[in-house]
Antibody, heavy 125, light 108 residues
């Protein structure tokens, strides 16, 4: 079955960087784009960016421009999200989620069909 | 526009039907998807593309769409349906994805 397994919790100081991994299994890694989504404590879901494992093309939310780097390693079916210049507001659970898309009745649809278990990143001095 | 708007909280009596809505310009050209999230758990997909349910999602969950509004309906709500629900779609620009602010569903 499709599975996304993320790396463990991290504690970082302000100004540092964190790199979270997401290992995919149960499907052809290069056939599905992968998203990163985060959730601050008590807050909603926030889309961060996406990578096409087939080629490495990425898109990022404007908010994270210049601070986030999403990469992939096709040899290990792993996607990485690195966030730099960390501040306390970056304390959140970070999720990877697999992208699926289709077109029905002339309209497109995208959805996140499988999610990783989440990685808590705590930023504190 | 890159915003999706949801009511922050909705309540429903046990066994009754509840509709959760999501509004945004992107929904005129892109179907919404819906996610259920319980405390300390990852979100779970419940509805995608018009009115499709992943395997394992009960048929009391259904979706619909009209104009700039998507809706998630739960018919015969159960105690275990109490959760946060989020809608999502691709932004009108095509270069971003967005989530609604989430709706906290309370089953009374």
């Amino acid at each position: 079955q499709v599975q996304l397994v993320q790396s463990g919790a991290e504690m970082k100081k302000p100004g540092a960087s964190v790199k979270v991994s997401c290992k995919a299994s149960g499907y052809t890694f290069t056939s599905h784009w992968m998203h990163w989504v985060r959730q601050a404590p008590g807050q909603g879901l926030e889309w961060m960016g996406i990578i096409n494992p087939n080629g490495g093309t990425t898109l990022h939310a404007q908010k994270f421009q210049g601070r986030v780097t999403i990469t992939r390693d096709t040899s290990t079916s792993t996607v990485y999200m690195e966030l730099g210049s960390l501040r306390s507001e970056d304390t959140a659970v970070y999720y990877c989620a697999r992208d699926v898309s289709t077109s029905v009745d002339g309209m497109s649809g995208w959805w996140f069909d499988t999610w990783g278990q989440g990685t808590l990143v705590t930023v504190s001095s | 526009s890159s915003e999706l708007t949801q009511d922050p909280a909705v309540s429903v009596a046990l066994g009754q039907t509840v509709r959760i809505t999501c509004q945004g310009d992107s929904l005129r050209s892109c179907y919404a998807s819906w996610y259920q999230q319980k405390p300390a758990q990852a979100p779970v997909l419940v509805i995608y593309t018009k009115n499709n349910r992943p395997s394992g999602i009960p048929d009391r969950f259904s979706g619909s769409s009209s104009g700039n509004t998507a809706s998630l309906t739960i018919a015969g709500a159960r105690a275990e349906d109490e959760a946060d629900y989020y809608c999502s779609s691709r932004d009108s620009s095509g270069s971003h994805w967005v989530f609604g602010g989430g709706t906290k569903l309370t089953v009374l």
